[in-house]
Structures are given as structure tokens and as C-alpha cells.
């Protein structure tokens, strides 16, 4: 192994991040014969793609859904043979007021008509992993400091390791890159002004997951969806395995960061909101998992702790262009072409990188 990382701290490409943008431009370079190499600060692959595992089934802690009309993640599924099926949406939804009295509504699923894979968002990774030569991937491998030179950038790892490569692809989100990495010579304040601007999606959200033996709710009519004006969960979903042989719900903790902090009462909080809403069973589910993603500081800074209310407008700003003389680019789904934010965002984002970095 050692041999293998000191032949790789030369690249002609060097991609940071390996999440869903990372690991797709990896992909496209490796099909194009571009002599590459990906690193992650943490020790898994993934990025914002997280599952929590219980008995053989994965539950999505990140995203969880993509839809008809994106068809880079339709393609992709396909490409690598993952079975997709549809969000749980027949029953009935329940709204609960700010005083905690429940109410059903009749046929209503708001997310009906999105799909979800079988194995949870983490078996894409693992797949698209699965393509890569190990030597190629290396995580647990902080950047911190990019320095432009005549020859390309080098780029010195939190462990005191340096990568030369000809040119840098940060699939990470852009207010990520300008908290957690140093340029010398600095940027353009233009740039670091925008990077600092672009919303991190998801980066101030919280989920919670329970897990159940069988999705009970459903045998009393009940899709599994739920609003809620009293919280600590603001939005339910059905979470259960395409195959029915478990049980799960999740929802988005709509609590601010500050009252989030306190895990105990909060899991007592969701605990007894899920009885209040799906009755005494639901009180009391097999596991129950919680990720905070404004706690992550490879997701999160300082600006993120407060979660969007509103989908951003991203796309690639024209202070992000041309960098260091086009020898930094930006590649995650902030930056997208289109769908900025979403999974199909991220595989935009990844391609058009790839047209840059795979052109004559």
C-alpha cells in the first residue's frame, strides 16, 4: 500500500471530495484514460450519502430520493444494475397542530411519485466505488493548503502529505472549500465572496430515522406521511425496505441547531411524537438514528447552521471561472448546470466538469 500512495502523489487530475460528483467525474475520467486520483477527508465514501445499517436493511440518513425526469441518475441506476422502486404513498397523511392534536387527511402524500433505491442511496456509492482501481481512491485524506505553481497545484494534506497535480477539481460545496482550505496565492476576493455566499444544501438539516419489525402504520391505513407544527420532527415520510421485511419512518427535525444539541431529550422528543402521531408502538422502535448535518464540519461551517427554507438558486458563478488559469475547478452540485442541489445535480455537475478536464 505504501508504494501505491507514493506513486499517486502525482496526478494529472486531483478530485477532492468523494461523494456522489466526486466519485461520477472519477468515473467519466477513468472511462476516458485521464490519469487521476480522489481523495475524501473522511474515512468513507459518500459525502452527504450516509445510511445507518440494522439487520441486513440500510435507512438513508442524507437524500433519499431522486425523480422521473433526471435522467443521469436513471441512466446511472441502470449502468449499475440497482433497483429503484417508488416512495410509499398510499394511506392516509396525518397533520399535527402546535398543541399536539392530530388530524388525518385523506389520499394526500406529498412525496408521492419519487423513488428510492433498494439498499438505500449508500449501495449507489458503493457501486460506483466498485468501478474504481483502490489505488486511485484515497480517504481520510484532508486537503488544507492549494498552491498554484507554473508546473500545476500542489496541495498539502492534513497529515503532511503533498499531491502535485496538473490541475484540481473541488467536488465539494464552494462555502465548504472557502472555511476549510487555504490558496497561496490567495483567490480573487470576487471569488471567496461568492464561495462564501453559495448556500450548502442541506448542511443545516437534521434527520432522524426509526426503525420498526414491520411498517405497522400502513395496516392502519396510513401512508407514513405526517406534518407537523409541534415537532421536534416538522416532516414524515414512510422509510421502509422495498421488500417490507422491516419497518422505518423518518422525518426532518425542524428544531434550530441550538436545540438540537441535547441528543437525549431530543430522541425522548421524537420518541413521544411518534406515539403521538402513529400510537403507543410507534414509541417505541427498534433503533432510532439521528444525523446531524450542521454538527459535520466536512458538510457544515458556521454559516450553515440555520437550515433553508427554500430550494437556492445554484449555479456556476462567473467569479468561479477560469481560476488560477482554469487549473482549479469547481465540480459539486452547487455548481450544477442545472438541478443544483439534488442528486441528478451532482452528476451535472460532475459531466460538465468532465468535458473540461477530457477535452482535446
Known amino acids: 500500500m505504501a508504494s501505491a500512495l507514493q506513486a499517486a502523489m502525482q496526478t494529472d487530475l486531483l478530485i477532492v471530495g468523494g461523494g456522489l460528483s466526486g466519485l461520477s467525474l472519477a468515473m467519466r475520467l477513468q472511462a476516458a484514460g485521464v490519469d487521476y486520483l480522489l481523495i475524501d477527508a473522511r474515512d468513507r465514501l459518500g459525502g452527504r450519502i450516509k445510511c445507518a445499517q440494522h439487520d441486513g436493511n440500510a435507512y438513508d440518513l442524507g437524500p433519499a430520493w431522486f425523480w422521473p ?24 397523511a396525518l397533520y399535527e397542530d402546535d398543541g399536539g392534536r392530530v388530524q388525518r387527511a385523506r389520499g394526500f402524500a406529498s412525496m408521492q411519485g419519487s423513488w428510492r433505491i433498494d439498499g438505500g442511496m449508500a449501495a449507489l456509492i458503493d457501486r460506483m466505488a466498485a468501478t474504481l482501481p483502490v489505488e486511485r481512491i484515497l480517504t481520510g485524506s484532508a486537503a488544507t493548503t492549494l498552491t498554484d505553481g507554473t508546473q500545476g497545484v500542489s496541495v498539502m494534506l492534513a497529515d503532511g502529505r503533498n499531491i502535485d497535480a496538473r490541475r ?68 414524515l415520510h414512510d422509510a421502509s425496505p422495498a421488500d417490507h421485511s422491516a419497518g422505518a419512518l423518518f422525518g426532518f427535525i425542524g ?76 465540480a459539486g452540485t452547487e455548481v450544477a448546470p442545472e438541478f443544483g442541489g439534488y442528486l441528478e445535480g451532482a452528476l451535472a455537475a460532475a459531466e460538465a466538469a468532465a468535458l473540461t478536464f477530457c477535452a482535446p
Not at 275 to 298: E, S, T, Y
Open 69 to 92: 425526469g433526471q435522467p443521469r441518475m436513471l441512466d446511472l441506476i441502470q449502468r449499475l444494475d440497482l433497483i429503484a422502486f417508488a416512495q410509499q404513498a398510499q394511506g392516509d
Open 168 to 235: 484540481v477539481a473541488l467536488a465539494i460545496p464552494p462555502r465548504l472549500a472557502a472555511a476549510s482550505l487555504g490558496f497561496a496565492p490567495a483567490l480573487p476576493d470576487t471569488a471567496l465572496n461568492v464561495m462564501a455566499d453559495v448556500p450548502t444544501w442541506m448542511a443545516g438539516q437534521a434527520k432522524a430515522v426509526a426503525i420498526y419489525d414491520t411498517p405497522f402504520w400502513r395496516d392502519a391505513g396510513l401512508s407514513g406521511d405526517a406534518m407537523s407544527q409541534r415537532g421536534p420532527l416538522a416532516e
Open 255 to 330: 428544531l434550530p441547531v441550538a436545540a438540537r444539541v441535547n441528543q437525549h431529550a431530543l430522541e425522548q422528543a421524537i420518541r413521544a411524537q411518534l406515539g403521538r402521531l402513529f400510537g403507543p408502538a410507534a414509541q417505541a422502535p427498534d433503533a432510532l438514528h439521528i444525523k446531524d448535518w450542521a454538527a459535520d464540519p466536512f458538510c457544515a461551517t458556521d454559516a450553515d447552521q440555520a437550515p433553508l427554507f427554500a430550494h437556492p438558486r445554484y449555479g456556476k458563478p462567473a467569479a468561479l471561472s477560469d481560476l488560477w488559469g482554469g487549473r482549479l475547478l469547481f
